[in-house]
């Protein structure tokens, strides 16, 4: 591991907090899509591999859809332990801390908790989408243990569906990636968010 790993981290945190500080959801979702353009275009420890950056013409995404944004309750869920060899980490320890009702009939997102020093929430997503125009092992809404946090407060969550994202292993196979289990995957298409394309 290099400081350059500490610096992207320090990055997508630093993305993540001028995206809450934005009044208008929007203007976060912009915020947002300009600051990982340079960050893949540019940083050392960009998903993309080196030979690819000097091609990269930017990520791909939908449109910003304000109805894909709630600030839903944290609603108990049995605690379940899920272990995940990622080969390059070792095992990567989560438990179910709770789980997400969406709106309108969409389904429920399991919200996970890392158990591993520091923890984090962690909520990926499979969808209608996965392996079509999205990548095929699924999407993160959030990872908050690497910054990836859009805010709530003590019993909700903020959760936009735009601001969905590929995991680093969608760019590169060097990266180990957990996977989106069950309790993560919605039957319906979720066309928002970052896109699968070659990049």
């Not at 809450?20 to 976060?28: E, F, I, L, S, V």
């Not at 000097?54 to 939908?62: D, H, R």
């Not at 944290?74 to 899920?82: G, I, K, M, R």
């Not at 289990?181 to 968010?193: C, E, H, K, Q, S």
């Amino acid at each position: 591991m290099s400081l350059s790993l500490v610096g992207w981290r320090r990055s997508v945190q630093a993305i993540y907090a001028e995206v809450r500080a934005c009044a208008d959801p929007g203007d976060g979702h912009r915020v947002w899509r300009e600051r990982r353009h340079g960050l893949f275009a540019t940083h050392p420890d960009s998903p993309l591999p080196a030979d690819r950056r000097s091609a990269f013409t930017g990520l791909s995404y939908a449109d910003y859809d304000p109805a894909l944004r709630w600030t839903l309750e944290l609603l108990p869920a049995e605690a379940v332990d899920l272990d995940v060899p990622t080969g390059t980490d070792g095992v990567v320890r989560f438990r179910r801390t709770g789980r997400v009702e969406l709106p309108d009939g969409r389904g429920s997102l399991d919200v996970w908790w890392l158990q591993q020093y520091a923890g984090g929430l962690f909520v990926p997503l499979r969808d209608a989408t996965t392996g079509r125009t999205t990548y095929g092992g699924g999407r993160y809404l959030l990872d908050t243990a690497k910054g990836a946090d859009l805010g709530g407060d003590d019993t909700r969550l903020v959760i936009d569906l735009n601001f969905a994202y590929q995991p680093s292993c969608a760019y590169d196979p060097a990266w180990a990636c957990p996977l989106a289990p069950p309790g993560n995957i919605l039957t319906d298409a979720v066309d928002a968010g970052e896109l699968y394309v070659d990049t």
